[in-house]
Structure formats: C-alpha cells, structure tokens
C-alpha cells in the first residue's frame, strides 16, 4: 500500500549539505547578556533568540529571527526546538547546531526576581521584548459600515466605465444583532482571543494558559490509512505514545495504538467501515455522517485529539456531550475514509454553526474544505437559521470563509433580475436571509471585495468587470458542491434537555 509523506509545512526538506552555506568567522569568544554577565558564544539556552536557516516556498535560504523554545541532546548531538517570530507555529521545527547563525544570538534579559503569574513562580526567564504589554487585537476584514447601509435607497452608475452589473441597496426589514465591529463578529487574530473561555461548549482556547509544553508539537508522525501525517500543534495525546517515531491511528473509529502490529490486531476486531451516527447527506463517493457526543464519546473524543493536531486556535473539551460532529467521508471498496469534519454546539446562543472546522492535510487545496463550509450553512438553512464560525478562525480557515462568502455573495448578485428596465435591487438582509450567512459577515465580506460605495446620498452595490471575471474562473474550479436533494437531515429541539 502506497503512502503519502505529508510535510508540516508543504516544503522540501533542507539537506545536509546545508554546510556549504555557513557562515564566516565566528564572533569573539563570550557574549554579553541583558544582566551583564559573560556567556560562552556556543551556550545557546531556552529564551534566546537568533537567526535560523530555512527554506521558505520558493525553496530559497532564508534568515528568519527564531526563538529556542526547548534543547536536547541525542547521543552527544544537540537539536534546538525553534518558533519563527511572526511565523505560524506550524513550521515550529528541532534543527541542528549548523543552523544557527550565533553572531547575532539575544540572550534571555537576567531578572532579579523570577516572574510571577497569579503567584506562582514563572517556569523559564523570559525572551527579549517578552516584556512588552501583550495588546488585544482584533483584526477585521473591513470598517464596519454605517447602520444607515441596510436602510438607505441606493443606485449605482458604471464604475470608470466598466461596471457591468450593479444592485442597489434596499430598505430591508430590521433585525436584532449585535453592534457591528465587535469581538465576536470580527476575524482571526492570533491574540484576539476572550480572557477567559465560556462556559458554554465553545470550543475557543483560552491562551492565557499555554506553557513550553503546549508550544510545542509532540506527535511526531502520524498513520492514517494510506496517509502519514507531519502534526502542526500540540495535542495531548498519552504522555507515552509522544515518543514513538509512528503514532497509528484506525481509519474508521481513530482508535490510537502504538505500534503496526497493535494496529493490524485492531483492524481484526473493529467492525466500523464508517464513522458512527446516522449518515445525512450522500452524492456520488461524498457521505456525511452527524455523530452526536453523546452518544458516541469515544470516537468524538479520538476526533477532538486528531483535530487538535492541526488547529491551534481550539482548546480541548473531553466532555463532548455538548456537540455535534459532521464528519465528511469519501468512499471506496475497503470503507468511508475521514477527509475533514467540523463540529457545532447542540445550542448556541451567538449563532455559531460551526466550532471547529478540518480538511486534513491529504485532502487540502481540492475544494473539499468549501465543501464543508457550504455544508454547515446548507444545515443552517433547514434549521431556519443563519449562522457564523467561531472566532478566531486560524489563517486558512479565513482565507476558505472569505473565499465561501465572496463566491456565494457574488452569484446572487450576478443572478438578480432587473425589473422594468431598472437596476435591480436587493437588501442585507435578503441576502443573509437566502444564504444563512450572518448579516454582519455579509457586510464585511462586500467591504473587503470593496464593492459598497457611497454615490449622491445613497449606498450602491457595483460589479466591476475584474470582479466578474474572477468570480467567474473561480466558479469554473469549483466542482464540488451539496446538492441540498440529497440531504437528509431533520433538526432537533435541543432545547429539551430530554434529547441530549
């Protein structure tokens, strides 16, 4: 059976001939730290910070500032476990000695007293500038548009000539939401996070926590199938299966074990050829099956562990009762192979219809994670609702969301009819009302395409050909889509604590 080798971060692997590219004489023999003490130049310590040799995408070397989160020695041979600076933590790696460009090393800043935090004694001496006041930031696709947007009449003129449809922003029908630009209608940020987690099943992590132990990946690879997975993040799988060079994994239940023959035994026993739970939705090799947490705890729990492998921006809960998994299959003669899934709370009281959302690694970049997107809103859609993403939203959860919204924004109002000669016209709210998407995401998603205009009093909606053009190519991809006839889904009154 043929495997696939996954790379953590999409690229080649640096050779060992990386020597040819060291550097030139080495600086004098000790360095001064931040207290004023003399280091040895070759004692590289936890907390420093220095330029690291990398490949980026275009396979070129390049000098990226990293900070050593953790150091080991193997058989005499120290490795350096290093987080680029303003890099996601998914290209975290353990590099060697050779790599490390020691001329501008930063040492840890001396303390006189070790750093506290809710008075307990701080566990390592902090990194240069790891003093300087963590600032919330929230960051949005677009400033949020006037309330007057939704309730204004609009008209639209060609834009410099070369706008080729253009809609006109209606009164529509008020609706309760909360204020535009707030928190939890806002984007991915990497630090806006809430100070504490809610106690209701959000599944958003509470950063206020992480120490050494969770900054770093402790999975090395994983079996899957016909796949190996390379981990991006932290998941707290058993502190003894973190030193094995394989973790494997059952397809079909994601039972762990810790070795092949362990696996081959299981594979003997376990009945399942597909995910638990009731399948809802099949077209051509595409199923999805709703598992409930409940019900099915350990298989959500195994699925929270795997998931927690490549989403940093999740926390854990072991108590699953409060969800629901929508895991999205593909079939072939040996079983329904798990190609992502996204998760909901049973009840949600700020709109979410998704709290975690994957593609795993194999399956990213084939349009199979607009496929889950548009899913989650097709359920929305029977349940009467419209709904939103959890925030934050890691980066390629963003870019897949603001592509869904573009794409399905933009053929609704390509597909609109003049009537009597006149430009058509269409409100926020009838959008979100025929899409599911949440009022406020609709808004920021037209700002962001920068098609709202402000023109003699009234706000207009204007289609240049560039965006037509490239919304057309993009629909020309997208090849995978629901077909809401083949969903067979019937929502519950969670509410009745009686179907839990």
């Known amino acids: 059976m043929q495997r696939i080798e996954e790379s953590a971060n999409g690229g080649p692997q640096l ?13 004098p023999a000790s360095i001064q730290d931040g207290g004023g003490a003399s280091r040895p130049q070759g004692e590289v310590t936890e907390g420093c910070r220095l330029p690291v040799l990398r490949r980026n995408q275009d396979n070129e070397d390049e000098w990226p500032l990293a900070e050593i989160l953790s ?7 120290k490795l350096f476990y290093v987080h680029y600076i303003d890099f996601n933590k998914r290209l975290d790696e353990w590099v060697t000695h050779d790599r490390l460009d020691l001329k501008k090393i930063q040492f840890p800043k001396k303390e006189a007293k070790t750093p506290t935090k809710n008075g307990l004694p701080g566990s390592r001496p902090s990194s240069p500038e790891r003093e300087v006041k963590r600032k919330v930031e929230v960051v949005s696709p677009a400033t949020p548009v006037p309330a007057s947007t939704e309730t204004t009449q609009a008209s639209v003129f060609p834009q410099n000539g070369s706008a080729r449809r253009a809609v006109a922003a209606q009164p529509g029908r008020k609706r309760k939401s909360n204020c535009l630009g707030t928190d939890e209608d806002s984007q991915d940020s990497s630090d806006g996070i809430p100070s504490a ?4 099943g959000s599944l958003v992590s509470d950063r206020s926590h992480d120490d050494i132990i969770t900054r770093m990946k402790n999975i090395e690879c994983i079996e899957l199938g016909r796949h190996r997975l390379k981990p991006w993040y932290f998941s707290p799988y058993p502190q003894e299966l973190t030193t094995l060079p394989v973790l494997y994994l059952c397809e079909f239940c994601l039972k762990y074990v810790k070795s092949l023959k362990c696996l081959q035994r299981h594979l003997t026993k376990c009945d399942l050829r597909h995910p638990p739970g009731n399948e809802i939705y099949r077209k051509g090799t595409i199923s999805f099956f709703e598992i409930d947490g409940r019900k099915n705890k350990s298989y959500s729990q195994n699925l929270c562990l795997l998931a927690k492998c490549f989403l940093d921006h999740k926390t854990l809960y072991y108590d699953t009762d409060p969800f629901l998994f929508y895991v999205m299959t593909e079939y072939d003669c040996k079983g329904f192979h798990i190609v992502g899934y996204f998760s909901k709370e049973k009840e949600s009281t700020e709109d979410y219809n998704v709290a975690c959302i994957l593609t795993l690694p194999p399956y990213q970049r084939r349009g199979y994670g607009k496929l889950l997107i ?5 359920l929305s859609k029977v349940e009467g609702k419209t709904g939103t993403p959890e925030k934050p939203l890691s980066d390629l959860g963003l870019l897949s969301y603001r592509s869904y919204w573009s794409q399905t924004i933009l053929e609704i109002l ?11 016209q269409i409100t926020i709210n009838e959008i979100s009302e025929i899409t599911s998407i949440k009022k406020e995401d609709v ?14 009093g009234q706000y207009i909606l204007t289609l240049s050909e560039d965006i037509v053009d490239g919304h057309e190519r993009a629909m020309l991809k997208r090849i995978l889509r629901i077909d809401s006839k083949c969903l067979h889904f019937t929502p519950k009154d969670w509410s009745k604590r009686g179907k839990w």
């Open 443 to 456: 808004i920021s998603t037209l700002q962001y395409l920068n098609l709202i205009n402000y023109y003699k």
């Open 71 to 77: 150091v080991k020695d193997i058989s005499g041979r």
């Open 15 to 27: 050779e060992k001939g990386i020597e040819e590219r060291r550097r030139g004489p080495r600086s």
């Open 414 to 424: 390509m597909n609109l009819k003049s009537e009597n000669g006149e430009r058509p």
């Open 197 to 200: 987690p809610r106690m209701t």
């Open 374 to 378: 548009e899913f989650s809103y097709e």
